[in-house]
């Protein structure tokens, strides 16, 4: 466990002085923080969003907004906290104006989301929106990769991890309750999927 933390201790050092990113002068000319993640170190459930938004970045925490505080909700519904789960985003540097991150900016924020989940080794990933899912589905080369999120949405998919077996469940983005309210319980029954690997 405390090697686990040192590992993630190193991540954090790593990112905080990245100054290759195409981020990192945004980051510092707003007195931005990186948002590492935040939870377990020993989570079965890890939460995969795309970036931090404009409160992440001040905050230096994942989904601490309006999104974040759906996600605390969708969490509770299915009788979990943040502290049992761990949460992080593909990029760890805020995109200007929330834009799509640029493929350059994803392979180089890759290899520390990598070495995240084979920290914590999860047996359950649950990507938070399209651009997640796509991630990740394409990661592990799972064969469903390419499909809409609207057809993949709460499915249990197969994937083979470093240390073993894993399931990816996507998921729609908790954002997506805030601006179409019809969705939310859509989302709430996607998000019961993951109640059988609560523990
Ligand atoms: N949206 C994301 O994808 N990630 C965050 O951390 C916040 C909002």
Same mark, same amino acid.
């Given at each position: 466990m405390a090697d686990r933390m040192e590992q993630m201790r190193q991540i954090k050092d790593e990112i905080l002085h990245l100054e290759t990113s195409p981020l990192y002068a945004?980051?510092?000319e707003n007195n931005y923080y990186p948002v590492i993640g935040e939870g377990s170190h020993s989570a079965n459930i890890m939460f995969i969003g795309e970036a931090p938004g404009k409160n992440? #970045? %001040? %905050?230096?925490? +994942?989904f601490c907004g309006a999104s974040g505080r759906v996600l605390d909700q969708l969490l509770e519904s299915i009788g979990l906290q943040r502290a049992d789960v761990y949460i992080t985003n593909v990029v760890k540097d805020r995109p200007p104006e929330n834009r799509d991150p640029t +493929?350059?900016?994803? #392979?180089?924020?890759?290899?520390?989301l990598v070495r995240q989940i084979n920290i914590i080794q999860p047996r359950v990933i649950a990507t938070l929106g399209r651009f997640a899912m796509d991630f990740v589905l394409d990661l592990f080369d799972i064969p469903e990769k390419g499909g809409k999120i609207s057809k993949m949405r709460g499915q249990v998919l197969d994937a083979q991890a470093e240390y073993g077996a894993i399931h990816v469940v996507p998921l729609y983005h908790p954002a997506v309750a805030l601006y179409n309210q019809s969705q939310r319980k859509t989302i709430e029954e996607d998000f019961a999927v993951l109640k059988e690997f609560v523990t």
């Open positions: 945004y980051r510092t992440e #970045a %001040q %905050q230096g925490r +994942p +493929p350059e900016e994803i #392979a180089l924020y890759t290899p520390f």
